[in-house]
T-cell receptor, first 112, second 118 residues
Framework: SQQGEEDPQALSIQEGENATMNCSYK?????LQWYRQNSGRGLVHLIL?????REKHSGRLRVTLDTSKKSSSLLITASRAADTASYFC????????????FGTGTQLKVEL | NAGVTQTPKFQVLKTGQSMTLQCAQD?????MYWYRQDPGMGLRLIYY???????DKGEVPNGYNVSRLNKREFSLRLESAAPSQTSVYFC?????????????????FGPGTRLLVL
């Protein structure tokens, strides 16, 4: 079964609005990462947050991690049409080497 | 740098046919991975190679074999294709410990191979 489950499965917002996606996972992790996938393309790494971190920022991205709830959220502020993509969380499980386990993804559509 | 390249981009096979998906990276990465992506399932790990000369099974290895030919190349072989193997296949690589820039745990993905098995 998937380690990570994203919520919502799909999200449609207007340009300029903020987009929030959530990820829940099942087992102890070393870190959690977020990736973006444009239609028909490979995944691109966005941001990594380690298990001892609670919040991280990168440009318009803000990621939080709550290890007690086994959940993370990705916030994209002031969204743009170019942010339209699928977003996946991926966890590096403790003791799992460099392997990542991906969630099922959130499809974000940003409309003009 | 080309990053991670995959060939072919698209392939149609008949049930029972065999084929090899090729992957190469020019970033001097140690670890390489093969995933499949199916609608609603996210990415699932098929096989990975932590370093040249080693390979290990992932979550869904049945029906596949891999070869880590050298540090750059990691191929995925379907010996007898089945319709259930219709999917998009992605290769990825990750840098060794101590690499400047992004953490070693991040993965760099190729553009994918779309495989249709009839």
């Amino acid at each position: 079964s998937q380690q990570g489950e994203e919520d919502p499965q799909a999200l449609s917002i207007q340009e300029g609005e903020n987009a929030t996606m959530n990820c829940s996972y099942k087992t102890s992790i070393n870190n959690l990462q977020w990736y973006r996938q444009n239609s028909g393309r490979g995944l691109v790494h966005l941001i990594l947050i380690r298990s001892n971190e609670r919040e991280k920022h990168s440009g318009r991205l803000r990621v939080t991690l709550d290890t007690s709830k086994k959940s993370s959220s990705l916030l994209i502020t002031a969204s743009r049409a170019a942010d339209t993509a699928s977003y996946f969380c991926a966890t590096r499980i403790t003791g799992g080497g460099n392997k990542l386990t991906f969630g099922t993804g959130t499809q974000l559509k940003v409309e003009l | 740098n080309a990053g991670v390249t995959q060939t072919p981009k698209f392939q149609v096979l008949k049930t029972g046919q065999s084929m090899t998906l090729q992957c190469a990276q020019d970033m001097n990465h140690n670890s390489m991975y093969w995933y499949r992506q199916d609608p609603g399932m996210g990415l699932r790990l098929i096989y990975y190679s932590a370093s040249e000369g080693t390979t290990d099974k992932g979550e869904v290895p049945n029906g596949y074999n891999v070869s880590r030919l050298n540090k750059r190349e990691f191929s995925l072989r379907l010996e007898s294709a089945a319709p259930s193997q219709t999917s998009v296949y992605f290769c990825a690589s990750s840098p060794p410990p101590g690499t400047s820039g992004r953490p070693q745990e991040t993965q760099y993905f190729g553009p994918g191979t779309r495989l249709l098995v009839l």
